[in-house]
């Protein structure tokens, strides 16, 4: 097949890679490292009719869709329009991720466990809503945001400035004209990617994701700053989730006549009551494909295809690998605030030779003049594979301390102490 993938960052590099073992590959906008593996195409992901144009011209037999702009754009809309197989939900049934509130409304619909809420656009409401939550408040932009949509408060009057910023000040825009406020959920956090047909789902193993900026999760949020799979969860228990989260959800959106095709990625909260959805995404995690799709065997782009055309019963299962994968970030200064690109990177092939098994995704960076330089916050993610996570993480650390950068930040504990 020629599978065509939309996206440029380290997630885009991971599904290349591993859709190149079987596939002719093609990627729009793609970034210095998958112009290695793939034919790079300069278009825009979110320019749908290009996208379409590309299609059709190369001709490609899948569309993989990455990132959630080009959803939200209606890019499966347009290519399922033109009878183009593409992997990824229309703009409708992208809303999972793009508004939290139609998100907790298909919940509470499929009777799926998520954090007790309230949702609404008048900032009065909202602080009236705050009595019937205790601290710590969780108070959510509806909209997309960036990972600056969550604010965790501390107490009543964090959470009331919380709704003035959002609400009154309008300091995310139009994200945050509509607001959640929800129940505060304990437990660890685990991120499981569920390949949809639209009534069929293959679940993919758990993976867990680290998202502040700094070590002992402080600082900022971030896109993630490195991540593991295993996560370690009772098969039993993760088994469970089809019939608790994914199968409901997905029959929840097609009672509404939203057909769900793509990953449905679930964010969960292991608390002591069980798993709990924290929020949905319509697209693969980034970093945590870097740790789940190198433990992935077979085919790739069949089992996408067999999702993209409604046939995913019909394909066997991916085959997972025993070993662990542990990803570090490697990220420009500044990120997730300002940063400066352009900074000439050394030690990538070094770090590629290094011992064991060990990938070096490129996420932010470009080529100039033969020189490979940042070109994002987000620079590279340095895989390690081993027998155990703490080996694969022995093996990133090790490749990752070859590459370097100005400005260079990334997190020392990543995966430490699994
Ligand atoms: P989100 O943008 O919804 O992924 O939220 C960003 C982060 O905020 C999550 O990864 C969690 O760590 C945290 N968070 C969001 N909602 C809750 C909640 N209800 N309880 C605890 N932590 C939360
Ligand atoms: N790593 C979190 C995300 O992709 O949303």
Same mark, same amino acid.
């Given at each position: ?75 499966? $809309? ?27 409304? #298909?919940?509470?619909?499929?009777? *799926? ?22 601290? %710590? ?41 509509? *607001? ?22 293959? @679940? ?48 929840? @959106? ?38 789940? *799709? %190198? ?33 570090? *970030? ?42 490979? #330089? ?33 400005? @260079?930040?990334?997190?020392? $504990? ?5």
């Amino acid at each position: 097949m020629k599978v065509l993938v939309l996206g440029g960052g380290g997630r885009e590099h991971a599904l290349c890679w591993a859709l190149g073992r079987d596939h002719q590959v093609w990627c729009a906008p793609g970034n210095a490292g998958i112009a290695e593996i793939a034919r790079c195409i300069d278009v825009d992901p979110t320019d749908t009719a290009a996208v379409r144009e590309v299609a059709l011209r190369a001709p490609v037999d899948l569309v993989v869709v990455g990132p959630e702009a080009p959803l939200v754009a209606g890019v499966a $809309d347009t290519l399922q329009a033109a009878d183009i197989p593409v992997f990824g939900p229309t703009a409708e049934a992208a809303r999972i991720e793009g508004s939290k509130a139609f998100a907790k409304d #298909v919940m509470t619909a499929a009777g *799926v466990a998520t954090a007790g809420y309230w949702a609404g656009t008048d900032p009065e409401h909202a602080r009236a809503a705050l009595e019937d939550f205790a601290p %710590p408040y969780v108070v959510k932009a509806d909209g997309l945001a960036a990972g600056k949509g969550v604010r965790i408060c501390a107490d009543h009057a964090e959470a009331e400035q919380a709704i003035t910023d959002l609400m009154v000040e309008q300091t995310l825009g139009a994200a945050g004209s509509m *607001v959640v406020i929800e129940e505060f959920l304990d437990g660890p956090e685990v991120s499981v990617f569920g390949l949809c047909d639209g009534s069929d789902v293959v @679940l993919l193993p758990p993976a867990q994701d680290f998202k502040r900026a700094r070590d002992g999760n402080e600082g900022p949020n971030t896109g993630g700053m490195g991540a593991y799979s295993p996560y370690p969860i009772d098969d039993a228990d993760f088994e469970k989730l089809r019939g608790s989260v994914f199968e409901p959800v997905m029959a929840e @959106l097609g009672s509404r006549g939203m057909r769900y095709v793509g990953v449905l990625y679930a964010g969960l909260i292991l608390t002591r009551d069980g798993p709990k959805v924290l929020e949905f995404n319509a697209r693969f995690g980034d970093p945590e494909t870097q740790v789940v *799709v %190198p433990r992935l065997g077979g085919d790739l782009g069949r089992l996408l295809l067999a999702c993209a055309t409604g046939r995913l019963a019909q394909v066997d299962p991916p085959t997972v690998e025993d070993h662990a994968c542990v990803a570090v *970030v490697l990220a420009s200064g500044g990120y997730p605030g300002a940063y400066q690109t352009g900074a000439p990177i050394s030690g990538l092939d070094s770090a590629g030779n290094s011992e064991g098994r060990v990938v070096v995704f490129h996420a932010g960076t470009r080529r100039v003049d033969g020189d490979i #330089v940042t070109a994002g916050g987000r620079v590279l993610a340095v895989t390690g594979c081993g027998a155990t996570v703490a080996d694969a993480c022995a093996t990133a650390y090790a490749a990752a301390d070859r590459i370097s950068f100005q400005g @260079l930040h990334r997190r020392s $504990d990543i995966a430490a102490g699994v």
